[in-house]
């Protein structure tokens, strides 16, 4: 019998930049151990500004989550705007038959057409935390985060991610070498990243005369070049340059998304978060990351930045690069699916 080769369908939720930049970071990790040949990619939506640097295989609308212009999710629109006809014929334009397994983050396609052809699949990503968090004021998202992740992106195996370890299938954050290896400086500027506000709104609150003597650094969706107005300094997406300001920033400002904090934290940088309203994870992040001293708002207030910006408390979190070990998990997880003497890289 010719042996089967190694084929993994890697999942990525286009909702933001989050499930991209991560999903790089462990495409990228894997590529090193089965080639980058054997990984076929998909993405799903299209609400995120990062360049992809691999071939994209299959790239669908998906069901995608719809953002207001004040810091929330915009529910309704986001339900009238699901394609589930197009969602179904997406999962049968896919030969599921040539994967040995698929890898999803949070991106639904792959993980249906995985349950509906009985490929092993396993899900990665930070919501799985959730799912096991002890903390009694969570216990109504726990069962709701469980019900919704069985409709939404069911798996049969899952990868957590948390800022802490405290089970043996969690993970510390996937972080890239380049935060690995950084140099940090913390130079007296706050960078804010909060693409779910209108920039107006961003601006109204911090050129408030109570902040008019610090400097801000906003990354926003509305501008294409380089702005600046008042004490704000305004730039357009961009990987890199973001990379470099939370490198050199001396505080962060941002919602409660897992990867971006995760970057903050690594580096010790001081951290306000303000959760997008509706996203249950986003809360969970922001109330798990307080016993951490993390502080955080429910929506942008000049006053309470303020207070926050001169507040002496730290974020001590430290942890360690684990993409080998996840790496290997996934790897190890394809072995007890094939038998060894029919399963081969291509």
């Not at 705007?81 to 698929?102: A, C, G, M, W």
């Not at 009694?136 to 049969?156: A, D, E, G, N, S």
Request: charged fraction near 20%.
């Amino acid at each position: 019998m010719h042996p089967k080769p190694i084929k993994i369908l890697y999942g990525i939720q286009g909702t933001g930049n989050g499930h991209i930049s991560r999903s790089l970071i462990l495409i990228e990790a894997l590529a090193k151990e089965i080639g980058i040949d054997n990984i076929d990619i998909l993405i799903s939506g299209q609400n995120y500004s990062l360049d992809i640097p691999y071939k994209i295989k299959y790239h669908f609308t998906g069901l995608s989550f719809n953002y207001g212009n004040a810091g929330k999710v915009a529910l309704w629109k986001s339900i009238r705007n699901l394609q589930l006809k197009e969602f179904t014929k997406d999962i049968r334009s896919i030969p599921f038959h040539i994967y040995n397994l698929v890898i999803t983050d949070q991106e639904p396609i792959s993980a249906w057409g995985a349950k509906k052809h009985n490929i092993p699949s396993i899900g990665i990503g930070n919501i799985y935390a959730l799912e096991s968090t002890s903390l009694k004021r969570l216990f109504l998202h726990k069962l709701m985060t469980k019900c919704f992740q069985k409709i939404y992106c069911p798996v049969k195996n899952k990868i957590v991610l948390d800022f802490t370890r405290k089970q043996a299938n969690t993970f510390y954050p996937l972080l890239s070498d380049d935060f690995m290896q950084a140099k940090v400086k913390h130079h007296s500027f706050t960078l804010v990243y909060l693409l779910s506000y209108s920039l107006y709104e961003i601006l109204e609150k911090l050129s408030d005369v109570q902040l008019a003597e610090k400097c801000f650094v906003v990354y926003s969706k509305e501008v294409q070049s380089p702005l600046r107005y008042k004490n704000v300094y305004i730039k357009p997406i961009s990987k890199s340059a973001f990379k470099k300001d939370l490198m050199n920033c001396s505080q962060l400002i941002s919602t409660a998304g897992f990867q971006t904090i995760a970057e903050a934290l690594f580096m010790q940088k001081k951290i306000l978060l303000i959760p997008i309203k509706g996203q249950p994870e986003q809360k969970a992040n922001a109330i798990m990351l307080s016993k951490h001293h993390v502080k955080r708002i429910r929506r942008l207030d000049a006053a309470k930045i303020h207070s926050w910006l001169f507040d002496s408390e730290s974020t001590p979190i430290v942890f360690k690069d684990d993409k080998e070990a996840i790496v290997q998990a996934i790897l190890k997880s394809i072995q007890h699916t094939n038998s060894p003497s029919n399963l081969t890289l291509a």
